[in-house]
C-alpha cells in the first residue's frame, strides 16, 4: 500500500487517507486487545491507536511494550476527533521501532529543579518547554521581522571586545593571544558606529555578563537585540520600544495563544499590551517606592504567603502520610511526588517571605541617587497593568555613554521599559552623549582607559549627531510573555553562575 509520510501539525489535510509519522513515544497505555500510544514527532502529539487483529498480531506485543520515549515509525488511516490531544487520531496498521528506549529518567511524574536542569537536554522534549521554546523562536522571528521591515540595517558586532561596554564588574576576561580582551557584554557602541553609516540598525546575538547574583533574572549569556537610530531624542526611541513590545506581544498571542494558556498564563495580561504605556520618572518611581501603595503590597505579600505555607505544611503532612502507609503502591508513589512538589513551593515561599522584610525596608528608606534595586522594579511593575517606562535616572548610577540631561545635569536622558506584574526590566536604553568633551570627560570620570575608546570617541570628532537606542533582552521577555518566574527555562541551554553542564 502506497503511504505518505507526514507529520502531526498537518494531519488536518490528511483525513480519511493513510500516512506514515516518525516520532517517539510520549505515553502509552495498554490493555489486552487494544494499545493507546501518543507518539510526537517534534511538531506536536498524536494519539495513535493499536488494536489487536490479525495484521498487528506480529508486532502488537512489541510495540504495546515500548517505553516512554522509544523511536518508532507508524503508519495508519488518520481519523479527525475534537477530544484527542491535536485533534486527530492515528489507526495503526503497521509500525517499526527505530530505536526502544530504556528507564528515561524523566518520567510523568514531578522531578525537582535540580535533576531537570542536570537532565536539560532530554528536558526540554517535555510539553512545557517544548512550547516554551516554541513561543521563543516567534519572538526572535518578530524581533527580526520588526527591524527589517521597518528600514533597519542588521549590523552584527564583535563578541571578543576590547574594552567595556556597560560596567566593568561584569566583564568575562579571554586571552587573546597573550591580550586580555572581553566577551562582549553589548554590542552598543559598534552599533553606534552602524548608525553613523546607515541611519537606522540594530544587532542581534548573545552577550555576557559575569553576574554573581543568582536570581531568578540573571544569565551569564543572554541574547539582546540592539536597534540604534541616528537623529534621534530619547522619546523618540521610546515611541519605538513602545511599537516593539506591542508588535511581539501581539505576534505571540495570535501565533500561540493555546500554548500560553497551557503555560497557565493569563492572556488577558497580554491583550492589555497596548499603547500608552505608563511613562514616568526615577524621581517620581522613588515617591511611589517610599508611598503607601508600595507598603500595602507588601504586607498584602506577607499575611498571603504566610497563610500559604501553613497551608502546604498541612498537605505535606497529610501526603507524607499516605506515601508511609500501606495504601496501593501507585498511591503512594504519587503522593510522594505531589509532596516534592509542595516542599519546592514552600521552599521557595519561604524564601520570599524571609527577603519581603528587607524589601519593604529598601523601598521605604529609598534615596535619591542609587539605581533601582530588583525589588523595586517588582514593586513598580505590579503597581502597573501595561508596561512603564522609568526615565532620567540619576547619571552616576548609569553607563558613562548617555546623555547628561542639558536641562538638569544630575540625570541621563535614558530609561528602564518595566515589564507588568512584576517581571521588572526587559530593556534598558538611552540617548548616547554627542558632546565629545562631555563624553570624554564621563571616561575619564570612570576611570576607563581612553586609549581603549579613541575609535568610539571618533564617532564624536567627525560628523556627531544626537542618536540612541536601546537592548531588549530575550529571555527576560520570553518568561514575561509565558508568564514564569524564573529566566532559566526561556533559554535551550542556561548558562548561570555555577551552572554550564549540559
Ligand atoms: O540594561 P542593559 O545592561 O543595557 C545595555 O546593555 C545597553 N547597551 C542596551 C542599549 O542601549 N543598546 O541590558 C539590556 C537588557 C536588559 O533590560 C535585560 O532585558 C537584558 O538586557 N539583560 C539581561 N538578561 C538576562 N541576564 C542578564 N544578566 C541580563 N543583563 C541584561
Ligand atoms: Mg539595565
Known amino acids: 500500500m502506497e503511504?505518505?509520510?507526514?507529520?502531526?501539525?498537518?494531519?488536518?489535510?490528511f483525513v480519511g487517507r493513510t500516512v506514515t509519522l516518525q516520532g517517539w513515544v510520549y505515553k502509552t497505555r495498554?490493555?489486552?486487545?487494544?494499545?493507546?500510544?501518543?507518539?510526537?514527532?517534534?511538531?506536536?502529539?498524536?494519539?495513535?491507536v493499536l488494536e489487536k487483529s490479525e495484521q498487528t498480531e506480529p508486532f502488537f506485543d512489541d510495540i504495546k511494550k515500548l517505553a516512554q520515549e522509544s523511536a518508532l515509525t507508524v503508519t495508519g488511516e488518520v481519523t479527525a476527533d475534537e477530544r484527542a490531544v491535536g485533534g486527530h487520531e492515528l489507526k495503526i496498521s503497521s509500525a517499526q521501532v527505530v530505536s526502544a528506549a530504556h528507564d528515561y529518567p524523566i518520567t510523568p511524574k514531578p522531578h525537582g529543579i535540580e535533576f531537570l536542569m542536570k537532565h536539560r537536554h532530554l528536558w526540554f522534549r517535555s510539553q512545557r518547554q517544548w512550547h516554551i521554546l516554541r513561543i521563543r523562536a516567534t519572538v526572535?522571528?518578530?524581533?527580526?521581522?520588526?527591524?527589517?521591515?521597518?528600514?533597519?540595517?542588521?549590523?552584527?558586532?564583535?563578541?571578543?571586545?576590547?574594552?567595556?561596554?556597560?560596567?566593568?564588574?561584569?566583564?568575562?576576561?579571554?586571552?587573546?593571544?597573550?591580550?586580555?580582551?572581553?566577551?562582549?557584554?553589548?554590542?552598543?557602541?559598534y552599533v553606534e558606529a552602524g548608525c553613523m553609516a546607515h541611519g537606522k540598525v540594530y544587532c542581534f546575538g548573545p552577550t555576557f555578563r559575569a553576574e554573581k547574583s543568582k536570581t531568578r533574572r540573571h544569565l551569564t549569556e543572554f541574547w539582546m537585540?540592539?536597534?540604534?537610530?541616528?537623529?534621534?531624542?530619547?522619546?523618540?526611541?521610546?515611541?519605538?520600544?513602545?511599537?516593539?513590545?506591542?508588535?511581539?506581544?501581539?505576534?505571540?498571542?495570535?501565533?500561540?495563544?493555546?500554548?500560553?494558556?497551557?503555560?497557565?498564563r493569563d492572556v488577558s495580561d497580554l491583550e492589555a499590551i497596548k499603547k500608552p504605556f505608563y511613562r514616568m520618572t526615577y524621581t517620581e518611581v522613588g515617591e511611589i517606592l517610599r508611598g503607601p501603595k508600595a507598603k500595602e503590597l507588601l504586607e498584602n505579600d506577607l499575611k498571603e504567603k504566610t497563610a500559604r505555607v501553613a497551608e502546604l505544611d498541612t498537605k505535606i503532612g497529610e501526603l507524607e502520610a499516605v506515601?508511609?502507609?500501606?495504601?496501593?503502591?501507585?498511591?503512594?508513589?504519587?503522593?510522594?511526588?505531589?509532596?516534592?512538589?509542595?516542599?519546592?513551593?514552600?521552599?521557595?515561599?519561604?524564601?520570599?517571605?524571609?527577603?519581603?522584610?528587607?524589601?519593604m525596608e529598601l523601598a521605604a528608606n529609598f534615596e535619591w541617587g542609587?539605581?533601582?534595586?530588583?525589588?523595586?522594579?517588582?514593586?513598580?511593575?505590579?503597581?502597573?497593568?501595561?508596561?512603564?517606562?522609568?526615565?532620567?535616572?540619576?547619571?552616576?548610577?548609569?553607563?558613562?555613554?548617555?546623555?547628561?540631561?542639558?536641562?538638569?545635569?544630575?540625570?541621563?536622558?535614558?530609561?528602564?521599559?518595566?515589564?507588568?506584574?512584576?517581571?521588572?526590566?526587559?530593556?534598558?536604553?538611552?540617548a548616547r552623549e554627542e558632546d565629545y568633551d562631555i563624553l570624554l570627560s564621563r571616561i575619564k570620570h570612570e576611570n576607563l582607559p581612553q586609549e581603549d575608546y579613541e575609535w568610539y570617541l571618533d564617532l564624536r570628532r567627525y560628523g556627531s549627531v544626537p542618536h540612541g537606542g536601546f537592548g531588549l533582552g530575550v529571555e527576560r521577555t520570553v518568561a514575561w510573555l509565558c508568564g514564569l518566574k524564573h529566566i532559566r527555562e526561556t533559554?535551550?541551554?542556561?548558562?548561570?553562575?555555577?551552572?554550564?553542564?549540559?
Open 30 to 48: 495498554a490493555s489486552g486487545k487494544i494499545a493507546f500510544i501518543v507518539v510526537r514527532d517534534g511538531t506536536g502529539l498524536c494519539q495513535c
Open 323 to 359: 506515601a508511609k502507609s500501606n495504601e496501593k503502591q501507585w498511591k503512594k508513589d504519587k503522593a510522594a511526588a505531589e509532596a516534592i512538589d509542595c516542599r519546592e513551593e514552600r521552599s521557595e515561599l519561604q524564601e520570599q517571605l524571609g527577603n519581603i522584610p528587607h524589601h
Open 3 to 13: 503511504t505518505t509520510s507526514t507529520t502531526i501539525d498537518r494531519l488536518c489535510d
Open 491 to 502: 533559554i535551550p541551554f542556561p548558562r548561570m553562575m555555577g551552572k554550564f553542564y549540559p
Open 140 to 189: 526572535v522571528d518578530e524581533i527580526r521581522r520588526f527591524f527589517n521591515d521597518n528600514g533597519y540595517v542588521l549590523i552584527d558586532t564583535p563578541i571578543f571586545a576590547p574594552a567595556a561596554g556597560e560596567g566593568a564588574q561584569t566583564l568575562f576576561q579571554v586571552d587573546y593571544f597573550g591580550d586580555q580582551v572581553y566577551l562582549a557584554q553589548t554590542g552598543q557602541l
Open 225 to 264: 537585540v540592539e536597534p540604534e537610530i541616528a537623529y534621534a531624542s530619547l522619546s523618540d526611541i521610546m515611541d519605538v520600544a513602545e511599537d516593539f513590545i506591542c508588535s511581539i506581544a501581539q505576534r505571540v498571542l495570535r501565533d500561540h495563544r493555546d500554548a500560553l494558556i497551557e503555560l497557565g
Open 370 to 430: 542609587g539605581d533601582l534595586g530588583g525589588s523595586d522594579e517588582t514593586i513598580i511593575s505590579r503597581l502597573h497593568d501595561r508596561p512603564v517606562f522609568v526615565t532620567h535616572y540619576p547619571r552616576d548610577c548609569k553607563a558613562f555613554y548617555m546623555r547628561e540631561d542639558r536641562e538638569n545635569p544630575r540625570v541621563s536622558e535614558c530609561f528602564d521599559l518595566l515589564a507588568p506584574q512584576g517581571f521588572g526590566e526587559i530593556i534598558g536604553g538611552s
